[in-house]
């Protein structure tokens, strides 16, 4: 696979070492492309940062590292030096060209990189609470951690996802209790529905399905009995419902790990977390309550981990959760929590600094509120249901490709408005539409039953024109934007990716004739020029989990 940049980064390396016996450090070497096109496809800085520690002008240090890299790049037509001492590289039409075979052999698997190859990292995300259905905010987490998880495992990383079941709390009480009312009602009984309960219709539903699988036998049984049994039965109901909706949403979890898993044996993972963080002295008693001294790795104050009341606080069984990731074989953690939990991260991290696992084992992102806007006004509610906008009646609504789309876009450490009349529209002002209606407009190029069937060729020396060599260069570039957006968990980065590479399609298609049949030769090979071009945007969309469609309605 080409991956100029890369070549262009291990080349400045070596020829710094080798010309002024100099190691570069992180940082000081950085391969871009310029503003300027017309200066060269890359560009450099390092003759400007090694200014200082050499003591001379960057333009001097600059010429015999020119002369070293163009021995170690054949690939590079020019290497040149502009001032203030930027070192430009201008590639060879030829090795530009040579992506298109690579592309097409590679197909469905290009992209694919090993950069994360023998890596071990385990994802948490969405874990809502199993008491509801899904809404946008879960929408917007679910988007950006199916996509992190797509990127890793596109670039070699070992990922587990999993979903987290808080299902050890009082919520879960409520849920059996609420099912209880519903269930009381759909036989004419009256049943308080507790206050704090859950009144959505989805209740309604799970209790009439209640209801038809084992008859009322439930109306004179022993309450505990009663409450144990709808509590389960609602969380599994609810998380079968949440488990469809993610599914249909093109989100997979592979693991579902219960809050209540850590309970079981009387409590005995738990325990055993909290005998070890004693044996290492790093809790105490005070005031009939467990501390543990979070104090001295940076929290503002001590947390509590075992109330005086002999109840747990939520931080415990989280710490045994996060030591059993790590013991199940992923030294990586990677969560993602709502904003609200931000000061709740530095807590978690500093659980596991304590018992000893490297800093960096557990990394968060949190994800910032989302709204829902229509001509400028916020759309807080469901127009047919009344209630908050669900995860089901968002993609009912705009699609999920829309909906994914619009929630990966934009970072997640900022807020964001999701404007739906946009998301809904067929012109080429929606940035999904945009990315996918170039894709119909490769694909209709090649169904042309004027053009040629392809030929696969060696070398395509007649892609000469600046937007082709343009649209190869965006195509070499795609296995490192791959690596680096796994890496750096920026699935927004890749929405721009896909922008960049289709504006420079419809540029190139707005002003070259694909079909020559004067010279069937140039036909030939700007055919494979499109099918490297239909290869890497079906990709990048596969990456962020939106759809390729082969045809698509004109723009409205």
Not at 84 to 98: E, V
Not at 303 to 309: H, N, Q
Not at 403 to 430: I, P
Request: charged share 25%; net charge negative.
């Amino acid at each position: 696979m080409n991956d100029f940049g890369s070549k262009i980064y291990a080349a400045a390396q070596k020829a710094v070492k080798e010309v002024y016996d100099l190691d570069v450090t992180e940082g000081q070497l950085v391969v871009e492309t310029p503003q300027d096109t017309k200066l060269g496809d890359y560009s450099t800085s390092i003759a400007m940062k090694l200014s200082r520690t050499l003591r001379r002008n960057p333009m001097e240090i600059a010429e015999p590292l020119v002369a070293k890299l163009a021995e170690l790049l054949p690939e590079c037509e020019s290497i040149t030096v502009a001032r203030p001492g930027f070192i430009n590289f201008k590639l060879k039409a030829s090795a530009l060209t040579a992506v298109i075979n690579d592309v097409l052999a590679a197909g469905d698997d290009y992209g694919k990189n090993e950069s994360g190859k023998g890596k071990h990292l385990l994802l948490e995300w969405v874990s809502a609470n199993p008491t509801g259905d899904l809404h946008c905010g879960h929408a917007r987490n679910a988007a950006w951690g199916d996509c992190i998880a797509r990127m890793m495992e596109a670039s070699g990383w070992d990922v587990l996802r999993e979903f987290y079941v808080n299902d050890a709390g009082n919520q879960i009480v409520m849920l059996g209790e609420s099912l209880t009312a519903r269930y009381f009602e759909h036989f004419g009984k009256e049943y308080p529905l507790p206050e704090g309960g859950y009144h959505a219709d989805d209740i309604k539903v799970i209790a009439a399905q209640l209801a038809e699988e084992e008859g009322d036998k439930w109306l004179t049984a022993d309450p505990k009995e009663r409450l144990a049994h709808f509590m389960d039965y609602g969380k599994k109901k609810e998380l079968e419902k949440i488990d469809r909706d993610l599914k249909a949403y093109r989100v997979t979890m592979q693991s579902w790990m219960h809050e209540t898993f850590f309970y079981e044996n009387n409590s005995k993972r738990i325990n055993d977390c909290l005998q070890h963080m004693a044996d290492m002295g790093l809790t105490y008693e005070k005031d009939g309550a467990l501390w543990f001294k979070s104090t001295d790795y940076g929290d503002d104050k001590d947390r509590v981990l075992r109330k005086s009341d002999g109840t747990l606080s939520y931080l415990t069984p989280d710490i045994a959760n996060h030591v059993y990731k790590i013991e199940r074989g992923y030294p990586l953690l990677v969560n993602l929590w709502g904003a609200d939990h931000h000061s709740y991260v530095t807590r978690m991290q500093n659980a596991l600094t304590a018992l000893g696992y490297p800093e960096g084992t557990l990394a968060v992102d949190l994800i910032q509120m989302v709204r829902m806007v229509e001509d400028g006004k916020e759309v807080k509610m469901s127009k047919r249901t009344g209630n908050a906008i669900t995860l089901r009646e968002l993609c009912e609504d705009i699609g999920v490709d829309a909906a994914r789309w619009f929630f990966v876009s934009k970072d997640v450490a900022t807020h964001m408005d999701l404007d739906l009349k946009l998301a809904r529209s067929k012109d080429n002002n929606n940035p999904v539409y945009y990315a996918q209606y170039a894709y119909s407009r490769m694909c209709s190029i090649l169904k042309n039953p004027q053009i040629p069937e392809f030929k696969p060729v060696d070398t395509y020396d007649r892609l000469t024109d600046e937007k082709e060599l343009q649209l190869l260069k965006m195509i070499s570039e795609f296995p490192k934007e791959v690596a680096a957006d796994a890496l750096n968990r920026k699935p927004n980065k890749m929405t721009e990716y896909i922008i960049s590479l289709v504006k420079v399609f419809h540029s190139y298609y707005n002003s070259t004739k694909v079909n020559n049949p004067d010279d069937p030769e140039l036909t030939n090979e700007r055919i494979g020029l499109i099918k490297a071009a239909m290869i890497t945007l079906k990709n990048a969309l596969t990456l962020i989990g939106v759809s390729a469609p082969e045809s698509m309605p004109a723009a409205e």
